[in-house]
């Protein structure tokens, strides 16, 4: 479980570019957005971009993606939930 | 019409980084933009920026404007960028993310305009002025200059930044060139008019208007105080108008507003 | 002191609701809009989105032998401008002074697409493709197309390209450096522009509804808006029949995000407030606003909240006019000054295409229906990427 918590936070840091952050500098359970990593909607917008190229799944609605971001967890439980039996579908 | 002045300058480039103070080459041999060689102050978004933006943000650093507290804003102050190539870079690379897994990527389309340039400095500085990118060949930056002495000389607005960027890797093009033209200063480097009469003076257009600015208003080369450089309107003009850069003998020192 | 007027001595337009000014408003009172499937090119991903596609082939109005599909559409508006204005019959020496500032996003992107498409699925090398690449090139087009000499500039401020190149050609006539200025904007449609708005998730399924409750997002367009901008002392000199007047522009940056406006629309009131100040105007000199509602859930938030700032209780007659033409990036400021003035002339204010219900965290409704105004002053804002704004003031007489 800890290894696509880690895999995601090495992910994010490569999309994003966060040319001055280290993994373990990023609290799994913390908010990413707003306060914290600073990070913005296009960067939200980029993390979309970044799970479709990863892991096949594509999100189209903002909503979708604004729950599955709130942090680094949920978004290791957003993929793990969407890798169900039909990876890839919108 | 207002008395003009330029009271701050900056520069960016292959070589290294400074103002009309201090210049600094970069250490080591190959120039990586890091912002912490560059500043004392914070910049966390820095690295994130694209390579025009960079440079562009780099140079208007170098002006040393005071940072502002939370809230405060920056209104009288417009914003001008001069630039040849734009985002020709990120142009190529967004077209080949397009077909990429995931699909093109939202940070990078941003940086397909040169005008998200001015939209990060802007938010870094707070300058909520008039802004303006202008593309017109190799003289963009000097047009930017240009356009925004006017502007300040027409009184609508107090403080102009006017900024020439190039940043091409493909084409090994990277530099900028930041100055701050203000109505009425009465420390600056330089006081500037435009004359017609001058014209004849400037003798020709310079191979790089801006560098030889730099350099005149930094007064590295010994340049005496109450030397005036000219400098030709950029072609693009059609005028036969050329600023006249009168070095002022006071050098001021301390941050600028 | 309020700066002088500046007269618009004629019009060109190119967009998916048609060719001239008179087609185009002839679609706008029958409320149609030009809206439809994209087809210029292939696009997996939100190509199935409707867009403003300008219908037919621009290249044959431009009469350029060869172009990308920016620098024909911007061209092929010029001529009409041009034409418009009586000055067709000019000689060399007078279009030596005549001055050109266009906006452009794209550019030749379009072709520039085509080539590494051609290059790195083909194998071929099509270098004759990257040659109208430059954002300067639409405005070397036109200024080659009609011998034009004068003062030339091309203008990157994202969606308020169009606008702001309309300012500075103003700039450049109240500084003398000419009297007679062709300014506007123009853009294409691209792979670069769809698969970027489309990245950003906030393209319209069914296209735009501008202040709508529900609305979902902007649907793209292309096209060209050319004016031709005299001082006031030229165009009666030479007794040109001027369309309108430009009784200021001002300008603005949010300094907030690459993207979204600033919420309280204090950006776009204070480049408003701008250019009301220079026209020499109050508010309540406004008849009509033509809105940059570009129906994404941010902008029109913030631009309702800016209008409402900016004319309390008695906001005027407000549309926008995107779902007619979609959003046509740098044209946009052009075509949209275009139509003020068609407003001003026929004393119509157009519909705000697409409203089905007015969203209630906007202070105001927009114009439902097309409807006959008393109208004299109008203004147009165009707020772009990155926080750059730019409105204008069109007024129906001069100084």
């Known amino acids: 479980m800890d290894e696509l918590v880690d895999t995601l936070k090495q992910q994010i840091i490569e999309a994003l570019n966060l040319e001055e952050v280290t993994p373990d500098q990023i609290d799994p359970a913390a908010p990413l957005f707003g306060a914290g990593l600073g990070l913005d909607s296009i960067d939200a917008l980029e993390l979309v971009v970044m799970l479709e190229k990863h892991y096949g799944i594509r999100i189209v609605e903002l909503e979708v993606g604004r729950k599955a971001f709130a942090s680094v967890n949920a978004l290791a439980d957003f993929v793990r939930k969407s890798k169900g039996p039909c990876p890839g579908s919108a | ?257 | 002191m309020p700066r002088q007027r500046v007269a618009i001595s004629g019009l060109g337009i190119l967009s998916a609701i048609g060719w001239t000014p008179e087609a185009v408003w002839g679609a706008i009172e029958r409320e149609e809009s030009g809206l439809g499937p994209l087809t210029l090119f292939e696009s997996p991903r939100c190509g199935h989105m409707p867009v403003g596609q300008v219908k037919g082939d621009p290249a044959e109005l431009s009469g350029l032998p060869s172009g990308s599909r920016t620098d024909h559409l911007a061209v092929a508006a010029a001529r009409i401008a041009f034409a418009d204005t009586g000055m067709a019959s000019l000689g060399e020496a007078a279009r030596r002074d005549i001055g050109v500032v266009l906006g452009t996003t794209t550019g030749g992107i379009l072709d520039s697409e085509e080539f590494l498409r051609r290059l790195l699925r083909e194998g071929r090398l099509d270098l004759g493709l990257l040659r109208h690449h430059p954002a300067a090139s639409p405005t070397n087009a036109v200024a080659r197309a009609l011998g034009l000499g004068g003062f030339r500039a091309t203008v990157s401020t994202a969606c308020a390209s169009g606008a702001t190149a309309i300012a500075t050609a103003c700039d450049a006539l109240a500084a003398g450096e000419a009297d007679t200025v062709l300014a506007g904007g123009a853009d294409s449609l691209s792979r670069l522009t769809v698969n970027g708005f489309c990245s950003l998730l906030n393209v319209a399924p069914d296209g735009c509804r501008p202040f709508d409750a529900d609305r979902a997002g902007l649907s793209l367009g292309e096209g060209a808006g050319i004016l031709v901008l005299e001082t006031e002392e030229h165009a009666r000199a030479r007794g040109a029949a001027v369309r309108a007047w430009i009784a200021g522009c001002g300008a603005s940056a949010d300094a907030y995000h690459a993207t979204a406006p600033r919420p309280d629309g204090s950006g776009a009131l204070a480049a408003m407030r701008r250019a009301l100040h220079v026209a020499g105007l109050q508010p309540d000199a406004v008849d009509y606003v033509n809105a940059h509602g570009t129906g994404t859930v941010d902008n029109d938030l913030a631009e309702g909240r800016a209008l409402a700032a900016l004319f309390g209780e008695r906001v005027p007659a407000v549309s926008s006019t995107k779902r007619f033409f979609g959003h046509t990036l740098a044209a946009a400021g052009a075509i949209e000054a275009i139509v003020c003035v068609l407003a001003l002339q026929r004393q119509r204010v157009p519909a705000n295409l697409g409203l089905r219900r007015p969203d209630p965290a906007i202070p105001f409704a927009p114009v439902a229906h097309a409807q006959e105004a008393e109208l004299k002053v109008a203004l147009t804002n165009s707020l772009g990427f990155g926080g750059n704004n730019c409105s204008l003031l069109i007024a129906r007489e001069g100084p």
């Open chain 2, 1 to 257: 019409m207002r008395p003009l002045s330029i009271t701050a300058c900056g520069c960016v480039n292959g070589e290294g980084f400074g103002n009309a103070r201090s210049w600094t080459p970069w250490p080591g041999s190959a120039p990586r933009l890091r912002w912490r060689t560059l500043s004392a102050r914070p910049f966390d978004r820095f690295g994130r920026l694209d390579l025009l933006c960079k440079y562009a943000a780099a140079a208007v650093e170098m002006l040393g404007l005071t940072p502002l507290a939370d809230g405060q804003a920056r209104p009288d102050v417009a914003l001008y960028l001069g630039t040849e190539h734009g985002s020709l870079d990120v142009d190529l690379k967004f077209c080949q993310s397009i077909g990429g897994p995931g699909g093109a990527s939202p940070t990078l389309f941003t940086y397909t305009l040169p005008s998200t340039a001015l939209g990060e400095i802007a938010i870094r500085h707070g300058i909520s002025g008039p802004s303006l990118c202008l593309m017109a060949g190799p003289e963009s930056g000097l047009l930017a200059l240009w356009e925004g002495a006017k502007l300040v000389r027409s009184g609508e607005i107090a403080r102009c930044i006017c900024i020439a960027a190039d940043a091409v890797e493909s084409l090994s093009v990277a530099h900028a060139y930041a100055f701050l033209v203000e109505a009425g200063a009465e420390e600056g480097l330089a006081t500037v008019s435009f004359t017609r009469a001058a014209f004849a003076r400037a003798g020709g257009h310079w191979h790089d208007p801006l560098g030889r600015l730099f350099g005149f208003l930094a007064a590295r080369d010994g340049t005496a105080p109450d030397s005036t450089l000219y400098l030709r309107a950029p072609a693009t003009l059609r005028r036969r108008h050329a600023m006249a850069v009168l070095l002022t003998a006071r050098r001021p020192n301390g941050r600028v507003g």
